[in-house]
Every structure is written in structure tokens, then in C-alpha cells.
């Protein structure tokens, strides 16, 4: 796609103009202070060596991104069921039950299931259920039905539920 199509996609302002050039550089300076800060404490909030692990560093990196996926898909799935579809403000609100029953649901499972199976194996296997689910959310249109709605919810909600337990376990086995 065009270089010129990128910075001219913004809502209020281009991605290139200096408001938002301005707002990436302070936060990419707040990380790097923050960071400086990390190193140099007595007693970090976040000990920098533990990134020096792994395991840590993958289920950090993974876990941003399924929370980054959850909270877009919780705030989006309402907006598309009430601005395209056309339903009401409380049925858009309500919509969300069967993706959060699917993710506690899930969560309980997967925390069963880490005694028999490995962690690298159900965070593949979730990572790919969790896709699948946001993949076909991206096919939604204004002729997609809520049933439909509903179902993507559920698949995408089992993978990201079944992550929760996986990662803080993964993460825990990992360090004394």
C-alpha cells in the first residue's frame, strides 16, 4: 500500500504530523527513563534480570499481545454489533457474555490440564485457537449475524482463556 495511504489514516491527526510523531518520542523517552530507573533501584518493581530468562521474556512479550487483542476485541465487538449490525446499545453491551464465559471457561481447563500437558504445547495450541478466533472475526460484515458473532466470541475466548493460567505458571516454574 501507498507510503502516502499511512500517513494520512489518522482520525484527527496523520500518523506523520508532529502531534503524533510527538506523543511516540515522550513515550519511547517515559520507557527509556523508566527502564534507567529499573536498573538503578535498590528494590526494582520489575527486576530487569528476570527478562534475562526465556521463558519470561516470551510469556511478557505474548502475554502484551493477548491483552492487547482481548481489550481490542472487547471494546470493538460492541461498537461492530451496535454501529454495523444495527442492534441495541444494551444488546451490543450484553453481547460480550459468551466470550467471557469461553475465557473463564477455558481458564479453568487450562489450569487442569498444565499437571498432564506441557506448557509450550497449550500455549501453541491457544495461541492458534485465539488466531483462528480473531481471524474470523475479521471476516465480520454488516450481513453477519450475531449467532455468528457468538461463535467467533467463543472460539477466541478459549484461546485466550486457556493463555491466562498457561503463562502465570510457565512464568512461576521459571524462577526459584
Known amino acids: ?12 491527526f496523520a500518523w506523520g504530523s508532529s ?26 518493581i520489575i527486576p530487569l ?20 487483542g482481548m481489550f481490542g476485541a472487547i471494546t470493538y465487538i460492541p461498537l461492530f454489533v451496535q454501529g454495523v449490525i ?3 446499545a444494551s444488546k451490543a453491551g450484553y453481547i460480550l457474555t459468551p466470550l467471557m464465559l469461553s475465557l473463564i471457561f477455558a481458564s479453568i481447563i487450562g489450569g487442569r490440564i498444565i499437571s498432564k500437558i506441557t506448557y509450550r504445547t497449550i500455549i501453541m495450541t491457544s495461541m492458534i485457537i485465539m488466531g483462528l478466533g480473531f481471524y474470523l ?3 465480520m460484515s454488516v ?29 512461576q516454574s521459571a524462577v526459584g
Open 19 to 44: 502531534q503524533i510523531i510527538g506523543l511516540f518520542s515522550i513515550g519511547a523517552i517515559l520507557i527509556g527513563t523508566f527502564l534507567l530507573i529499573e536498573a538503578r533501584a535498590k528494590e526494582p
Open 137 to 139: 472475526m475479521s471476516t
Open 86 to 88: 444495527g442492534e441495541s
Open 49 to 68: 534480570s528476570l527478562f534475562k530468562n526465556r521463558v519470561i521474556t516470551i510469556v511478557s512479550i505474548s502475554g502484551f499481545f493477548m491483552g492487547t
Open 143 to 171: 450481513d453477519t449475524a450475531n449467532s455468528t458473532v457468538v461463535i467467533y466470541m467463543i472460539i477466541t475466548g478459549l484461546g485466550m482463556g486457556s493463555l491466562m493460567p498457561t503463562f502465570t505458571i510457565a512464568v
Open 1 to 12: 500500500f501507498p507510503y502516502t495511504t499511512l500517513f494520512r489514516s489518522g482520525t484527527h
